[in-house]
Nanobody, 120 residues
Framework: VQLQASGGGLVQPGGSLTLSCVAS????????MSWVRHIPGKDFELVAQ????????KYQSFVKGRFTVSRDNARNTLYLQMNDLEDDDTAKYYC??????????????WGQGTQVTVSS
């Protein structure tokens, strides 16, 4: 299993970024996925979740309608569209795979992460 995230970078407050995560080594369309972020010195923080079909999504309250998680199962790719970015969104973002099509199952694989830095 491999999860290759990309799309991070430096952006000004109020700007936008789209993260991508290309999956391989498993049947992507069979599993729920999530984005998790980490700020050094703090706990890992769930950002968004999406079920195997993409029909169901969930977000943490701090997203406040700014982020959109989606997936293209034909391309084995997970996305996170982030708009109106804030300084507090600065973190390393990881795509993760669940062991089932359930948000209550184990996150059994993580990508290498992509750094998002929001700064003027």
């Amino acid at each position: 299993v491999q999860l290759q995230a990309s799309g991070g970078g430096l952006v000004q407050p109020g700007g936008s970024l789209t993260l991508s995560c290309v999956a391989s080594g498993f049947t992507f369309g069979d599993f729920a996925m999530s984005w998790v972020r980490h700020i050094p010195g703090k706990d890992f923080e769930l950002v968004a979740q999406i079920d195997s079909s993409g029909d169901d999504t969930k977000y943490q309250s701090f997203v406040k309608g700014r982020f959109t998680v989606s997936r293209d199962n034909a391309r084995n790719t997970l996305y996170l569209q982030m708009n109106d970015l804030e300084d507090d969104d600065t973190a390393k973002y990881y795509c993760t795979k669940y062991s089932e099509n359930s948000y209550y199952s184990l996150r059994d694989y993580w990508g290498q992460g992509t750094q998002v830095t929001v700064s003027s």
